[in-house]
C-alpha cells in the first residue's frame, strides 16, 4: 500500500475554485491508478474522478464533468484536483485512493487518505 496525504481543502464561495493535492509517499505512485472521491454528510461515499498510472484515461462523475480536472504528476507523486465552479452540493470531504487498475467504485482503490473538507457557500 501506499501512503496518501490530501491538502488544499478550504471554505470557498459558489463559483470559487480550489484545487486538490494528494501527496504520495512510501511508494511511487506511477504503478498506481488513482481516484477522488467524496462523501458529504449523511450520504454514501461516491468517486469524483479517476485517472490512468499514465495519465492518458480519465473518469468524471457526471455531477463534475466539466467543472473539475484530475491530473497527475509522477515525478512529484502527486496527484491534483482542479475544482472550478463549485457549487454548494460540492461540499463534501475528498478522499484520495490509489489502486492496482482505473476503476470507478471504492472496492477498486486499496489505499486511502484521511480526507480534505471542501466547504462551499451560497
Known amino acids: 500500500q501506499v501512503h496518501l496525504v490530501e491538502s488544499g481543502g478550504g471554505l470557498v464561495q459558489a463559483g470559487g475554485s480550489l484545487r486538490l493535492s494528494c501527496t504520495a509517499s512510501g511508494r511511487t505512485i506511477n504503478r498506481y491508478a488513482m481516484g477522488w472521491f467524496r462523501q458529504a454528510p449523511g450520504k454514501e461515499r461516491e468517486i469524483v474522478a479517476a485517472?490512468?498510472?499514465?495519465?492518458?484515461?480519465?473518469f468524471y462523475a457526471d455531477s463534475v464533468k466539466g467543472r473539475f480536472i484530475i491530473s497527475r504528476d509522477n515525478a512529484k507523486n502527486t496527484v491534483y484536483l482542479q475544482l472550478n465552479s463549485l457549487k454548494p452540493e460540492d461540499t463534501a470531504v475528498y478522499y484520495c485512493?490509489?489502486?492496482?487498475?482505473?476503476?470507478?467504485?471504492?472496492?477498486?482503490?486499496?489505499?486511502w487518505g484521511q480526507g480534505t473538507q471542501v466547504t462551499v457557500s451560497s
Open positions: 485512493a490509489a489502486g492496482p487498475r482505473l476503476g470507478v467504485k471504492s472496492a477498486d482503490f486499496d489505499s
Open positions: 485517472i490512468s498510472q499514465s495519465g492518458g484515461m480519465s
